[in-house]
């Protein structure tokens, strides 16, 4: 039996009945107990021992063997006794606990949407609160902030919006008011105050793809997930210190993480192997609680007696029993992309351009500052630090110039070259070069001097160096193993304080005191002009545009010979389309569509009031009377135009029946409101009382946006948005006049200039002529990331993403082109179903296949034969259908476990397909299915993507467990690495010389030679939730089979064979 005294009884009972063991003709004893638990029945908590030559019933320690309790147990002679935590009773099954009141919630997001909290998030991946103080914290991927806001859904904040890369887990210390974050490219796990502010890493050594955190403050303890190439489970108190692994073996892809803190359980999900399981907080008594139906888990959380999963492949919530894995069953159907979940509950308590420039330092003894440049032509520049006198000091033999340092006491101007692998010196004019340690580097990036001391980072090796500045001897590691590692300084706690003009009274300068080598000169803040003594800077620009982006206000002042944005410094704001300007206050007034209020904010940022917020919807225009001092705006989900003082008091509504109101301003002199309508469509004009209403121009107008009134000319200016044109009209309604006449006779882009017009193409697109575009590049890629699918150009430079604007597309994960009828194909996460748009016609897509379709997970068109491959791996089969989407035949059924990527040879007459499931491979067969071979499955982990070199004939993969791209020919053998290191890659395509592949984790799309690998480039950063990419080129899907001559003779699919 268990001994100790019995803890406190929160509603505890007798759990089991003993029956005593009867001997019989001196066999064993039946010692067992009639309890039917989660594993049946409880068989031998007694159980027989000789005994001093008889035999007797001893007990067996329940609570430690099998714990049938979900929370608290106790040990008695052959029994035990369950017993609940503080908050919770026992319910009348004497097993289980049930939590007092509050109800309980369960907070999930689904990668957009906080269940009945808020809407419109970015990209949301993991969440935590805090209880007491009605606070929810989140992690923002697509932003890159953390987020907070109360659990009613305002004073939505970023409180961490510096030096983050892809923040993931986040969790809440309620006791301490802490906030701890993970972040999957720097590698950290970092704390801060609940406002952001003392922000500290904590743990930056070690970690390869954190995923998930959890606290127990009561116990000063946090865990996560690491499901890197080693995957692990690890713990440390909540500074960091006490780090250990406590789970190791048999970990795959660890993602969610849960503790029970009544039993000081933690709980995982394993994506990998479609398993949860658990362990005490030491890792020991691991055990599997649920491997079946887990298609692929994310999130966890627990709460009494069950756990609460979201699950990508199901886009749903789900629920089973905590100890037995029973009565799984989904509560929360088509969620978008479900992240984490929790629950809430009580319980818990110079303006020239620089290509590429890297590094940057100052002298202020002589008044210059010097930088380093590695774009096209690499070089190290100096200027004055006001920015005049600028030159190039080093561009001969010089690669990647990297990191930078001045010894002030010798003057000499040290640097790092990343390709050549040096460092190098010389003088401050760029003479007496000099090579301190030539080509014996492996990727140096940050340099800094001390005493006679040189030190530099280097990425490659993770580590910091150190050698004589002099002459580059007594090289030695300081300290390795730093992933992660970037820039490098020394702090010296005692310096020579250096005085300059600057020093005193900053030179007499009102803002910038900027050295030059013979003096100093005063600068103002981008956009704002210096008055004529030089020295004192203008409050705000006399002439400036001001721009809304939904996000943030930018300011463009037009009294400088340069045109420069300025994101103003206000609060981050969600939603704005309207604003306008107080020219005498010089206060902005906005609309935050999000918000649903109109605030009053300064340009400097030290005002920000609401003065609308009740009431108000869509507010699509706002006109300031800078003269009567009132402000006017439209609402379009209202109807309205409504009137109020500046402040939002004596606010009145002067009209309510109009269709879709837009744009508004106001003509004091003439006592006129102007606004557009799109429902009319037209503009109309009132007095600016309300009365005297009036269609003013309906005819030759379609959707009328931004007005504005030229007070001088007496002139309304519109610009409409289906027409492509600016006109004018007097305010009297008298001589219309369209201001660009035919776009300038441009197809696209129509962009004044000092000779007058010029035409100009949409990003990727070349000039056909001197005023018309092409259509689309000649060649391009289109990728599928989150709520987009995009295209990049490679026919111009730089290669620039461009979305594409087809409606109603939520999550689309893989994409293919068939080039014959101009046609886009895609999967979306959220409705499991084929989509299609023409990309002539890119607002009209349509469904080419939904019913019976599970988790489509990979597209493949045989151009030939018109027919579209894919396969599904929900119910693991692979289909073949025409690409309209008829004579639907499924053709491979068995032995898929996890098929991802799938590819056709028509001209060969083979299909290709990855399977990641218990033993990935990659496989082969005829466009019929027949014919199956296994080509490769030996050295492979998660084959992701696949695509086909038709004129090499090679097939190409990448792996996201080996981290590498491969290639072999198409019976898979001369198997070739060609990119090692590769994050975590997914999509994959080749055109030409190239292979091109996404990377989740970094969020990138990258470029290879195909042949040897080289010439690795990154070329397009932060697509959010990137997935698929396909290269597309005028050249391509060529070929023939006898599908390509009448169908091949088939009334229906024509599936070419090779062999007949």
């Known amino acids: 039996m268990a001994g100790g005294a019995p803890r406190p009884n929160h509603g505890r009972q007798d759990s089991a009945r003993v029956l005593e063991g009867v001997l019989e003709g001196g066999g064993s004893p039946g010692c067992m107990t009639d309890v039917h638990d989660f594993m049946g029945s409880l068989e031998h908590t007694l159980q027989s021992d000789d005994w001093v030559g008889g035999r007797r019933c001893v007990d067996v320690d329940e609570c430690k063997v099998f714990s049938p309790c979900s929370q608290g147990c106790d040990n008695f002679p052959g029994t035990f006794r369950c017993y609940c935590a503080r908050g919770y009773y026992l319910r009348p099954d004497n097993y289980s606990c049930k939590a007092h009141d509050p109800l309980p919630s369960i907070i999930s997001v689904d990668g957009h949407e906080y269940s009945a909290i808020m809407e419109d998030l970015q990209n949301a991946i993991s969440l935590d609160f805090h209880y007491y103080r009605d606070l929810i914290f989140w992690s923002d991927v697509s932003l890159d902030v953390i987020m907070r806001a109360f659990l009613n859904g305002t004073e939505v904040t970023g409180i961490v919006r510096w030096g983050l890369r892809k923040p993931g887990g986040v969790a809440v210390d309620w006791i301490n008011d802490h906030v701890y974050w993970m972040d999957g490219i720097t590698k950290r796990i970092e704390v801060a105050e609940l406002d952001g502010s003392n ?68 709980y995982w999900v394993d994506a990998r192997q479609h398993k949860i399981e658990a362990a005490l907080l030491d890792g020991s008594n691991r055990k599997t609680i649920l491997e079946r139906s887990l298609p692929h888990p994310f999130a966890i959380t627990v709460f009494e007696d069950n756990l609460y999963w979201t699950d990508w492949r199901t886009r749903s919530i789900h629920m089973a029993n905590k100890r037995t894995g029973r009565d799984h069953t989904t509560i929360h159907q088509s969620l978008a992309f479900p992240m984490d979940i929790r629950r809430w509950h009580a319980s818990l308590l110079n303006l020239a351009r620089t290509r590429q420039a890297r590094d940057i330092v100052v002298d202020p003894q002589d008044g210059y500052m010097f930088w380093s440049d590695w774009g096209k032509h690499a070089k190290i520049e100096r200027a004055s630090m006001d920015g005049s006198e600028r030159m190039t000091l080093i561009d001969s033999n010089l690669m990647w110039p990297n990191g ?39 990727h140096p990036f940050g340099l800094t001097l001390w005493n006679d001391l040189v030190f530099w980072s280097d990425w490659d090796t993770k580590s ?153 919807n869509t507010v699509e225009g706002i006109a ?127 962009l004044r200039n000092p000779e007058g017009i010029s035409c100009a193409c949409p990003t990727g697109l070349t000039v056909r002529d001197n005023h018309h575009c092409v259509d689309e590049p000649s060649s391009y890629l289109i990728f599928a990331g989150l709520r987009t699918i995009g295209r990049i150009s490679l026919d111009t430079e730089p290669l620039w993403d461009v979305p594409l604007d087809v409606p109603h597309i939520h999550h689309p994960a893989i994409v293919d082109y068939y080039q014959k009828k101009d046609i886009l194909f895609f999967t979306d996460l959220k409705f499991d179903s084929i989509r299609a748009v023409s990309m002539k016609n890119l607002t009209h897509p349509w469904t080419v296949l939904s019913d019976g379709l599970n988790t489509p997970d990979g597209l493949s068109v045989d151009w030939i034969a018109g027919n579209l491959y894919w396969n599904d791996a929900g119910r693991k089969v692979i289909e073949v259908a025409k690409v309209d989407g008829s004579c639907r035949k499924i053709i491979v059924s068995t032995d898929l476990v996890e098929p991802r990527a799938i590819a056709v040879f028509p001209e060969e007459g083979f299909l290709f397909w990855t399977d990641w499931g218990n033993k990935s491979k990659i496989e082969r067969s005829y466009l019929d299915g027949t014919g199956r071979k296994i080509l490769i499955d030996q050295e492979i982990g998660w084959p992701n993507g696949l695509t086909i070199d038709y004129d090499t004939k090679r097939i190409y993969w990448n792996d996201a467990l080996k981290d590498t791209i491969k290639s072999s020919d198409l019976d898979g053998q001369n198997e070739v690495l060609l990119v090692p290191k590769v994050v975590h890659p997914f999509g994959l395509t080749l055109l030409g010389d190239y292979i091109y592949w996404t990377d989740w984790d970094q969020m990138t799309i990258e470029r290879a030679n195909k042949s040897s690998g080289s010439n690795r480039q990154v070329i397009r950063t932060d697509i959010e939730g990137v997935m698929e990419v396909k290269a597309v080129s005028a050249g391509g899907q060529t070929g023939w089979n006898v599908c390509a001559d009448r169908n091949g003779g088939c009334t229906h699919l024509c599936l070419y064979h090779p062999e007949g």
Not at 225 to 243: C, M, V
Not at 413 to 439: F, P
Not at 469 to 493: A, E, P, S, T, Y
């Open 404 to 442: 930078l340092a001045i010894d002030y006491e010798r003057r000499v101007l040290y640097w790092l070259d990343a390709s050549l692998n040096n460092i190098e010196m010389a003088a401050m004019d760029g003479t007496n070069r000099k090579i301190l340690i030539k080509g014996n580097l492996t």
């Open 464 to 616: 910091i160096h150190v050698a004589n500045k002099h002459n580059g001897g007594n090289r030695r590691v300081v300290i390795d193993g730093l992933k992660g590692l970037m820039d490098v300084r020394v702090f010296q706690r005692k310096q020579t304080k250096r005085e300059t003009i600057c020093s005193t009274n900053n030179g007499g300068c009102s803002h910038l005191c900027l050295l030059r080598p013979k003096g100093a000169s005063c600068a103002c803040p981008t956009g704002i002009l210096l008055k004529k003594d030089k020295h004192t800077c203008r409050r705000r620009p006399l002439h400036s545009l001001l721009i809304a982006d939904r996000e943030n206000i930018r300011q463009i002042s037009l009294d400088m010979s340069y045109m420069v944005d300025v994101v103003l410094p206000m609060p981050h704001h969600q939603i704005v389309v309207a604003l306008d300007a107080d020219s005498v206050t010089g206060d902005i007034y906005l609309a935050d569509n999000a918000m649903h209020v109109i605030r009053r904010c300064s340009a400097d940022g030290t005002k920000n009031h609401v003065v609308i917020s009740a009431a108000i």
């Open 199 to 266: 922000r500290h890493p904590i743990v930056w050594s070690g970690l390869q793809k954190p995923r998930a955190l959890v606290l127990y403050p009561q116990k000063n303890l946090m865990v996560w997930t690491d499901w890197g190439e080693n995957a692990t489970i690890e713990s440390s108190y909540l500074d960091g210190s006490g780090r250990r692994v406590i789970v190791r073996e048999g970990l795959q892809w660890p993602n969610g993480i849960t503790m029970d803190y009544t039993t000081e359980t933690i």
């Open 624 to 750: 300031v009377d800078t003269t009567g001092r009132k402000m006017y705006w439209t609402d379009l989900k209202r109807k309205s135009v409504e009137v109020s003082e500046l402040d939002g008091s004596n606010r009145r509504v002067l009209f309510t029946d109009l269709h879709k109101p837009r744009g508004i301003v106001t003509h004091y002199p003439s006592g006129k409101l102007f606004w557009a309508d799109w429902g009319l469509p037209g503009i109309e004009v009132s007095d600016m009382d309300g009365n005297g209403r009036k269609i003013f121009i309906s005819s030759n107008i379609a959707w009328p946006n931004g007005l504005t009134v030229d007070w001088t000319e007496r002139e309304l200016f519109w610009a409409d948005a289906k027409t492509n044109a600016i006109q004018a009209i007097g305010i009297d309604g008298r001589n219309r006049r369209t201001v660009i006449r035919d776009n300038g006779k441009c197809s696209h882009l129509c």
